[in-house]
């Protein structure tokens, strides 16, 4: 497929004017097209497409059409037909009255292309660009983040489950691409009985004996496979189908290979107490999807998927009231970053990713909202260098002492940083300052001297140790003081009023869910569910604008009159 960049093609004067008169106010999709045609270039796509072969159709067209696709949650098919029956459609894609439409099928190679070319945000940057020319995004402002669970486009497998299909995915690739290879290496006729259906498909045993012995046979299968696979005479291109390659990561993670007393090998399921598994960010969830992780979060959620951070402009009830009288549109709240991660990856490891993207397009807030799953005493502190105040809970201390709230916290010891010395409440001096290393970041154990402890009075309120003597473990001084900072700020009634803007990104989040069902993937690979999102939230902001242009943003009219008045008088 080849390329020649020409953007939007002009609206056919005989579309223009059925369109107009079906549509006298407009429509979402006319708007964008006569406000956002410029968004929807060809240009930005030119290193995915070649110079050769058969004129393609325009990606800034199948761009276009992927946006209002997401604006209604519409599937390939859906769109494919509203390209052709929908006048506003026609308009904006500048087709003629006549024209057929194109297959639904190109909408999915064209979300392939976009990935595999690392394309997955272009249309997503170029709107937000447009909106900081526009004046509606700038740095220096309020933003607010949060994340939600995002659910795999695979079923659900267990253990023996997985391990199963994983055997008939990898069967089932090799029948297509090396039949007669793979004829020569099992036995056809019984592989196809006990793979032929999905294994999901059928009823497991209910006995744990026969349990075990279907994982046998399970973990006896892949394992012959992979031997076969991976045999010197085996055509290297075997092992370079995903499938195949996949199986034998599978097999290695569920499986144990040891020799008995008798010196026969024997395969065995892995048990977590015994052989061990992997760790959750680095364990195969499905033989489908190598990207999608099993992940919790409290007791009661559990989700096998990924995970979405979604960050947008915010400003104060009393900001905006005070635009509305000083007669000046309130600009939307618009979202200036989306970030798909796996399901294992905290929130806290999100932080600096998120930050830095705003940096780099220009939005970097002056005040960043967030909940405490996000900061950490080092990120507060690299954010308020970089010019940007954390708004969020920080992290607690988790000493015995505070969590009992008895006894002698962190805050209770004087710190000399200069004597690299730190006095407790009884008066003494610290024995010992060891700067360390913990988790890959700095940190200093604090160590007080056994014969300074053990006779001290208040020694029951100060620790509990087995050697009966207090440790400390404290964070570099900047970060130190600024968690500190934070901890004492975040008690005061001026602060939590502050931190009830960040409430609002829950509305954002419920949005995504409704309009566009971020909550759930809508392809397999974390490639393409990063484009699933970006046009996820470039669907939210076309929304958002086209609300804006009309006049019927109703974002800052939720609250009531009674509410805006309680926001003046903490104000």
Known sequence: MSMQPKGLPEVPAQTAAVARAAFPQGSLAMRVRDRLAEVFADEPFADAFGVRGALGLSPGVLSLVTVLQFTEDLTDRQAAAMAVRAIDWKYALGAELTDTGFDSSVLSRFRTRLAGNGMERVVFDRLLEHCKDGGLVAAGGKQRTDSTHVISAVRDLNRLELAGE????????????APAWLAGQVDVAEFAHRYGPRVDGWRMPSSQTKRDRLAQVFGQDALALCRAAWAFDAPGWIREIESVRLLRQILVQTYYLHTDTRG???????????????????????????????????????????????????????????????????APNLITDVFTTDATVPDVKATASVQRRLAE??????????????????????????????????????????????????????????????????????????????????????????RTCRPCPFQEQCTSSALGRRM?????????????????????????????????????INQALDITG??????????????????????????????????????????????????????
């Not at 970006?534 to 009159?561: E, K, M, P």
Request: net charge positive; proline share 5%.
């Open 166 to 177: 994983s055997v008939r995915a990898a069967l089932e690739a090799l029948a297509v691409a």
């Open 361 to 450: 397009h220009g939005v970097k807030p002056g005040e960043h909202y967030l909940d405490s799953g996000y900061p950490s005493a080092d990120l507060i502190t690299a954010a308020l260098e970089r010019g940007t105040r954390m708004v969020t809970p920080a992290l607690l201390d988790h000493s015995a002492q505070a969590k009992a709230h008895a006894g002698f916290d962190k805050n209770a010891f004087a710190i000399d940083w200069k004597a690299r010395q730190v006095r407790c409440p009884a008066g003494k001096s610290s024995a010992h300052w060891n700067p360390v290393k913990q988790h890959g970041a700095d940190a200093i154990v604090i160590t007080f001297s056994v």
């Open 472 to 508: 400390l473990t404290l964070r570099p001084r900047e970060p130190h003081e600024a968690l500190v900072r934070a901890r004492a700020e975040q008690k005061t009634k001026t602060w939590k009023a502050k931190y009830a803007l960040r409430a609002g990104v829950e509305g954002t």
């Open 518 to 571: 971020i909550r759930r993937a809508r392809y397999r690979g974390l490639p393409k569910v990063r484009l699933q999102h970006a046009f996820s939230a470039t669907a939210l902001n076309v929304i958002r604008l086209d609300a804006y242009w009309t006049g019927h943003d109703q974002h800052h009219t939720r609250s009531s009159r009674l509410e805006h008045l309680a926001y003046r008088l903490t104000a």
């Open 264 to 330: 026969r090998e024997v395969i065995k399921k892995r048990d977590a107490d015994d052989e061990g598994v992997p760790p959750g960010q680095l364990r195969l969830a499905s033989p489908y999807d190598p990207d999608a992780r099993w992940a919790a979060k409290g007791e009661d959620l559990f989700w096998m998927g990924y995970k979405v951070h979604l960050t947008e402009t915010c400003d104060t009830p009393a900001e905006a009231e005070a635009e509305a009288e000083a007669g000046i549109p309130a």
